[in-house]
């Protein structure tokens, strides 16, 4: 019962930490290996306003450190991916450059040790079907499936969700159709930031903030990404269950060491027998060459 | 009365007669076109000498070549094949441990471990990158960003090759020279090596790869079986700089693994010049000197290297081998008219 709870809070998880990757992927076809750096540096904003400007409220610190996330996340692209958009291999370069010196530069900063950690919204826990679960898991799952909940309805029924929808497909029929695309580009990774700022604030209450984090994030996003096919939103919420089921069942039946290896094999063994992922069947001959 | 001087390019009689292959008619022609490479090789080889007072630095020309072939290793993959390696550490890595494990285990002697590390280290990164090959670039950059934390994890976790205190008694070079001449000639092998094979058919056809794998299937050559010649090759590279690490420090820990490994390369190449090879050595020979200088700063270094990367490719994406390569091109002399 414990496997089958935790599984399923740990799948919610990694499909909030991999919503924003797969958002700015499948809009911008930028690999945005920042999303990492965008991840920790809206936890440790959060914590900033949250102990350095006493009086602010939870909220009021949680808020800011998304939209500041956002804000960076958009300038990132409108000052330097639009310089080197189209060119595949200075986009990767570029951004895993900049979500490397955003971390390193957070670990010189200071970003050290276990002092740093958010307090969790509630405290206490419950009991679901005999295990206990606290609070802060629970906004967990209940947060990510509203994210997705709301996603869905702003892809398919706002304007702007549209105009992103279509770039996504095609990008040059929509911008016959007058979609912009450097500016849905801009939007996209803003709101992918805003994405990546939303699930570190959720999840970050569970630990401390380190450096770390950062990697982790970023590989845990890419696993899941790859392996529900780049750029698919049902793939990400499929592959996120399967590598959370897998990496519950062995950390309790191996040890908490293998979580990352569990990933690394299901993106080999996805490569190997459909590279385009579970859900990736539309753009299948464009992943391969 | 002085005779009427006139300004002339000093490549201009070269470049009248053949833009790409030149015919040489007379010796200072050809100390034009060989006077860099020589400087380059000549300089190399002084190096040693030249710091021969100060101990420190000397260390740090190793480093600094070691760095080089990395970054050789990076720009061909790159910029030759389209295949974007974020992690050069994986090869260190790979290419240390196979080293320590020849010399330390096996007992070979350390002419015999370098050779064999690289070779076996080659044949190792090349089948654990083989899933990836058949897509596109970005899966490439993905997987190789994974496999160095992955390694390093796998080897806490199961505390095999000496777990976290690494694998320590690997054979030294006999003396400091040694040590030099060594990776100075690696580097020079591998750069003026790889030189020729870009410009062979093979090389040609890796070009294709990158600019246009749609053409080079058409043609009826497999993209995954190039890039299999590609990635070994660019592992051979990467390896053997790993191997000299391992022997040069006496130890082979995870810290072969760690990140200055995959970026200092990949800075010096967006420094240098991608695309140019040499460019990629000299935006080494640039960087680790200064990350030295910069050695009381530790993990801001990084911030710093990352900067820089930023702003070159986006601003002077040619690097500073090609702004060099053109102006050197362009030297005037004056002549009577």
Not at chain 2, 209 to 233: C, E, H, L, P, W
Request: proline residues 3%.
């Amino acid at each position: 019962m414990e496997i089958v709870v935790y599984g399923i809070i740990n799948s919610i998880t990694l499909s909030l930490i991999s919503l924003g990757f797969t958002l700015v992927y499948s809009i911008s076809r930028v690999p945005n290996f920042a999303h990492g750096a965008l991840y920790v540096t809206s936890g440790y904003l959060t914590w900033i306003f949250l102990n350095k400007c006493t009086g602010m409220p939870y909220v009021l610190a949680i808020i800011l450190g998304i939209g500041i996330t956002a804000v960076v996340g958009a300038l990132i692209y409108q000052f330097i991916l639009v310089r080197v958009r189209g060119m595949e291999i200075s986009e990767i370069i570029a951004t895993y450059a900049i979500g490397l010196a955003i971390l390193e530069g957070l670990r010189w900063g200071g970003l050290r040790g276990g002092t740093f950690s958010l307090p969790a919204f509630f405290a206490g826990s419950v009991d679901i079907l005999g295990v206990s679960v606290d609070y802060q898991r629970l906004i967990i799952v209940g947060a990510g499936i509203l994210t997705f909940i709301l996603l869905y309805l702003f892809t398919r029924y706002t304007k702007m969700g549209l105009a992103f929808r279509g770039i996504a497909q095609d990008e040059r029929a929509a911008m016959m159709l007058g979609i912009n695309s450097d500016v849905t580009a801009v939007l996209s990774l803003g709101i992918g930031s805003a994405l990546a700022g939303l699930a570190a604030i959720l999840l970050l209450p569970l630990g401390n903030i380190v450096v770390e984090t950062g990697y982790n994030v970023l590989i845990f996003a890419i696993a899941v990404c790859v392996i529900g096919g780049l750029g698919s939103w049902g793939g990400v919420i499929v592959a996120s269950f399967i590598i959370g089921f897998a990496q519950i069942l062995t950390e309790s039946f191996l040890s908490a060491h293998y979580q990352m290896v569990v990933a690394l094999l299901a993106i080999i063994l996805t490569l190997l027998v459909k590279p385009s992922g579970i859900f990736g069947k539309q753009k299948e001959l464009e992943e391969r060459v | 009365m002085d005779a009427l001087m006139r300004k002339e390019r000093i490549d201009r009689g070269l470049k009248v007669r053949t833009e790409g292959i030149y015919a040489i008619s007379d010796i200072r022609e050809i100390l034009y076109l060989m006077g860099p490479r020589i400087l380059l090789i000549a300089g190399l080889f002084a190096l040693p000498f030249v710091f021969e007072l100060a101990p420190y630095w000397k260390k740090v020309i190793n480093i600094m070549c070691a760095y080089a072939v990395l970054a050789l290793s990076f720009d061909f993959l790159a910029n030759y094949v389209g295949l974007v390696c974020l992690g050069g550490a994986f090869f260190t890595g790979v290419g240390g441990y196979f080293a320590a494990i020849f010399n330390t285990t096996l007992g070979m002697p350390i002419w015999l471990s370098m050779p064999l590390a690289t070779i076996a280290g080659a044949v190792f990164c090349t089948f654990c990158l083989l899933p990836c090959l058949p897509l596109r670039g970005v899966y490439f950059a993905i997987v190789t960003l994974m496999y160095p934390l992955l390694f390093t994890r796998i080897i806490e976790a199961l505390d095999i090759l000496g777990g976290t205190n690494g694998m320590t008694g690997i054979d030294a070079f006999p003396n400091a020279y040694v040590e030099n001449y060594t990776i100075i000639a690696i580097a020079l092998i591998f750069l003026f090596g790889m030189r020729r094979f870009v410009n062979q058919d093979v090389g040609l056809v890796l070009r294709g790869v990158k600019d246009n794998d749609q053409a080079v299937r058409a043609s009826g050559i497999s993209v995954t079986r190039m890039r299999i010649i590609a990635v070994f090759i660019a592992s051979l590279i990467g390896c053997s700089a790993g191997a000299y690490i391992a022997h040069l420090y006496m130890w082979a820990g995870i810290s072969l693994f760690a990140l200055d490994f995959s970026i200092i390369p990949i800075a010096a190449v967006v420094i240098g010049g991608g695309g140019t090879l040499v460019g990629a050595m000299i935006g080494a020979f640039i960087l680790v000197p200064l990350s030295e200088v910069l050695r009381a700063f530790g993990t801001f270094r990084i911030v710093i290297y990352c900067i820089i990367l930023t702003g070159f490719i986006v601003f002077k994406s040619e690097g500073i081998m090609v702004y060099l390569q053109r102006k050197y091109h362009q030297f005037e002399r004056w002549v009577k008219v």
